[in-house]
T-cell receptor
């Protein structure tokens, strides 16, 4: 089983739609969690951290379920500019270091 | 301020050659990471530096890969006897101290093509 698993998609949705991605992780000792966004042929950039209590940033909501070992990202009112790959990142502790483990990413295509 | 920079942006080499990829992290960031990303995959961890020392090199695929960070800022990833399977985008990232909840800032990557 991979450490971090994501459905690669693509998720193809119309503008204005609500879309949700899940990501599962295998290391129960994982300390911190993030969603990064990666545009085609660009580097990943932080979208948001994921906190135990859940957090929201505008149209984006991230949640963590430690019991079931998954995190989720909800995007409301999708825009064309939301089209990108969304990478789930988990930081397990390993000998005092926090080495981020990335999922393969979920591709989102928002169409007019 | 300036972000993470990487050079070259593209590198084409022949099988068996030696290549060096450079990363210049954000000033003041003590943590530096190298990743490799193949098409359709997420970044795959290679090595993590804390200051000048390699704190974790468990992701290096074999002994053809080596990285240094002699003065705790710029890092160089070195690949000997390149193979076609080494073709990928090599990403560098830095963070302030390497703590669990810190944001990683990525450079634009070096696209390596081994013919």
């Amino acid at each position: 089983r991979k450490e971090v698993e994501q459905d690669p998609g693509p998720f193809n949705v119309p503008e204005g739609a609500t879309v949700a991605f899940n990501c599962t992780y295998s290391n129960s000792a994982s300390q911190s969690f993030f969603w990064y966004r990666q545009d085609c042929r660009k580097e990943p950039k932080l979208l948001m951290s994921v906190y135990s209590s859940g957090n929201e940033d505008g149209r984006f909501t991230a949640q963590l379920n430690r019991a079931s070992q998954y995190i989720s990202l909800l995007i409301r009112d999708s825009k064309l500019s939301d089209s990108a790959t969304y990478l789930c990142v988990v930081n397990p502790a390993s000998g005092g270091s926090y080495i981020p483990t990335f999922g393969r990413g979920t591709s989102l295509i928002v169409h007019p | 301020g300036a972000g993470v920079s990487q050079t070259p942006s593209n590198k084409v080499t022949e099988k068996g050659k030696y290549v060096e990829l450079r990363c210049d992290p954000i000033s003041g960031h003590t943590a530096l990471y190298w990743y490799r990303q193949s098409l359709g995959q997420g970044p795959e961890f290679l090595i993590y530096f804390q200051g000048t020392g390699a704190a974790d090199d468990s992701g290096l695929p074999n002994d053809r890969f080596f990285a240094v960070r002699p003065e705790g800022s710029v890092s160089t990833l070195k690949i000997q006897r390149t193979e076609r399977g080494d073709s990928a985008v090599y990403l560098c990232a830095s963070s302030l101290t390497g703590g669990a909840g810190e944001t990683q800032y990525f450079g634009p990557g070096t696209r390596l093509l081994v013919l």
